[in-house]
């Protein structure tokens, strides 16, 4: 039996410390302005409009967690900060924290209550809109967020790029498809696939860009549709990324069973996500996004790759399989 | 030139869900429920008041956070949990991070306004009390917070009863003492010192049952006072812990020059604190500390030894020195 230790408890416990420093940092554009060129403290405190009492401190904070450098008292961005948090790069996923740092850090103060009800605790808690039309509603917005939500899953699309046995399949279908780099990386490493991207039609303008601008217009195309109201597009691969998490059991398993139906004989639907591992145990990041799906949504949660794989042998699939594919993401693959 | 890499970038900015769920496991009494016994989800999910949609998730993500076991379907506290975070054990710290649940998880929310001001962003900046009025106010919400502050500096308190040489002094004195705590580990590991403990008179209580629980009621005694308004006793040693970050640089030197004042010639000030390294580059958790004294007091700030050091020598100690005692908590010591 080892000795009792606090100093975890105290990290996690004041963890909010370092994540609100980061998204605050992101929020007033510190990555940004270094990706310009280093800077020394006096310089910085001005070009970001900083208070001079902490400025110092907040910045060395921002070395001492890794996020900055500091030379000769020169401040300078790390490899990864400027790649990942300069909002000039189109590697940026900045968009994804501005909205954690404006929105889910302030409803997840109320995860108690969310516990005790089972209630969601966003825009909808204090009498809003629901997540996904306040997300929609503001088409700069939603560019940003679709954006970030691209560089983020970006490290899964391209593992499912080349993991996949794209050669016995032609066509495919990416639902809930949002900018598109899922469809984007599998049709640039499978040049002989076909690509639809399916989401709702406020979606259009941003995915075509996104598809054009990797000269990929003659082979991926936008189908405008609702995942509730429409079938689901009919091509020999379905895939839904981060999609089933949003909702409950119900409308997990209808959403497989759509996929079912539009699938042939021998053609494979692909869902993949921040996978819980089977014994519910190891990966806290999926467990945490479940927790985020109650924040967030009225019946959402995450679920294991066995749940998955059972979601498919009952609505028909014959032969189901999980593979991890990068950080906290797998995917279940099921064959009709 | 090493790849960029996002998880760290992802983990720190989403870092307030593991941290929010630990918190309200503390609130909802997880972990003093399960150190009755182990338990299974649905008996568990009862006890608590848990919702069914999410306990499940909660309680996992506990697990895999490392602050939970689970086997054979039953939930239970691990080691430091158990001794930690058991409200009916003395070494609950639960206290502070109940705190910082109710209070500094939301006043953080705030923290670009902060750094844009340089003003705090607590009760204060909501129109109400300070900082110390808010605790000392309710006579058992201060005996919680001062009990959970012994917890948490119990260890470098015991670092420095047993590292600094005590055989060269007779009478010590712990300004700002609290509940005594160091004051007590100082005492019990050298029989030859008496000790007392200055801090306001709301605090008499509340130290002296702790010293007499202890059996050192002959030799540590409670002097009510103020140090803003009174003299510090005079003692061999006088002892500051946590107390200098919470005022600015003028009160700081106040206080040390109060001391130099209060000691005999060959007299010892013992300042000790989350000292943040002196290249300030390393000892997150004193650059965060001082961004959490922005937070709750109008020029509190954290330091580093050289900083220290050279307020000493300016107030006239002939020698001074630093010494790291355990996690984030150093002291430097001053020889008048």
């Given at each position: 039996?080892?000795?009792?230790?606090?100093?975890?408890?105290?990290?996690?416990?004041?963890g909010?410390?370092?994540?609100?420093?980061?998204l605050?940092?992101?929020?007033?554009?510190?990555?940004t302005?270094?990706?310009?060129?280093?800077?020394?403290?006096?310089?910085?405190?001005?070009?970001?409009?900083?208070h001079?009492?902490?400025?110092r401190?907040?910045?060395?904070?921002?070395?001492a967690?890794?996020f900055?450098?500091?030379?000769?008292?020169?401040?300078?961005?790390?490899?990864s900060?400027?790649?990942?948090?300069d909002?000039?790069?189109?590697?940026y996923?900045?968009?994804?924290?501005?909205?954690?740092?404006?929105r889910?850090?302030?409803?997840w103060?109320?995860?108690t209550?969310?516990?005790?009800t089972?209630?969601?605790?966003?825009?909808?808690?204090?009498?809003?809109?629901?997540?996904?039309?306040?997300?929609?509603?503001?088409?700069?917005r939603?560019?940003?967020?679709?954006?970030?939500?691209?560089?983020?899953?970006h490290?899964?699309?391209?593992?499912i790029a080349?993991?996949f046995?794209?050669?016995n399949?032609?066509?495919?279908?990416?639902?809930?498809?949002?900018?598109?780099?899922?469809?984007?990386?599998?049709?640039?490493?499978?040049p002989?696939?076909?690509?639809?991207?399916?989401?709702?039609?406020e979606?259009?303008?941003?995915?075509?860009?996104?598809?054009?601008?990797?000269?990929?217009?003659s082979?991926?195309?936008f189908?405008?549709?609702?995942?509730?109201?429409?079938?689901l597009?009919?091509?020999?691969?379905?895939m839904m990324g981060?999609?089933?998490h949003?909702?409950?059991?119900?409308?997990?398993?209808?959403?497989?069973g759509?996929?079912f139906?539009?699938l042939?004989?021998?053609?494979?639907l692909?869902?993949?996500?921040?996978?819980?591992?089977?014994?519910?145990?190891q990966?806290?990041?999926?467990?945490?996004?479940?927790?985020?799906?109650l924040?967030?949504?009225p019946?959402?949660?995450d679920?294991?790759?066995?749940?998955c794989?059972?979601w498919?042998?009952?609505a028909g699939?014959?032969?189901?399989r999980v593979?991890h594919?990068i950080?906290?993401?797998?995917?279940?693959?099921?064959?009709?």
């Amino acid at each position: 039996m080892s000795a009792p230790e606090i100093d975890r408890i105290l990290q996690t416990g004041l963890g909010f410390w370092a994540s609100k420093t980061l998204l605050s940092a992101i929020e007033m554009e510190v990555f940004t302005e270094l990706a310009r060129h280093p800077q020394d403290l006096e310089t910085l405190t001005g070009r970001l409009g900083l208070h001079p009492r902490s400025s110092r401190d907040f910045l060395d904070a921002l070395v001492a967690l890794g996020f900055l450098e500091r030379r000769d008292g020169k401040y300078s961005n790390t490899v990864s900060t400027d790649f990942f948090l300069d909002k000039h790069k189109p590697s940026y996923v900045g968009g994804m924290l501005e909205m954690a740092n404006h929105r889910l850090y302030r409803f997840w103060n109320n995860l108690t209550p969310a516990l005790r009800t089972g209630l969601p605790q966003n825009e909808v808690a204090e009498g809003g809109r629901d997540l996904f039309a306040t997300i929609y509603a503001d088409p700069q917005r939603l560019k940003e967020f679709l954006r970030a939500m691209s560089a983020i899953s970006h490290g899964a699309n391209a593992a499912i790029a080349s993991r996949f046995p794209w050669a016995n399949y032609k066509t495919v279908a990416d639902v809930g498809t949002a900018q598109g780099d899922l469809l984007v990386q599998v049709a640039l490493a499978n040049p002989h696939l076909s690509g639809t991207g399916f989401d709702l039609p406020e979606v259009a303008p941003i995915f075509e860009d996104y598809v054009e601008a990797q000269g990929l217009s003659s082979r991926v195309v936008f189908r405008p549709g609702s995942f509730f109201t429409d079938p689901l597009p009919r091509t020999d691969v379905i895939m839904m990324g981060h999609v089933l998490h949003d909702w409950n059991l119900e409308t997990k398993r209808m959403l497989i069973g759509k996929a079912f139906e539009a699938l042939p004989l021998g053609g494979a639907l692909i869902v993949y996500e921040a996978m819980i591992d089977d014994d519910r145990s190891q990966n806290a990041f999926g467990l945490l996004m479940s927790l985020n799906m109650l924040i967030e949504t009225p019946g959402g949660f995450d679920y294991t790759g066995a749940d998955c794989q059972s979601w498919m042998a009952d609505a028909g699939f014959r032969e189901t399989r999980v593979e991890h594919l990068i950080g906290p993401d797998s995917m279940v693959v099921g064959i009709k």
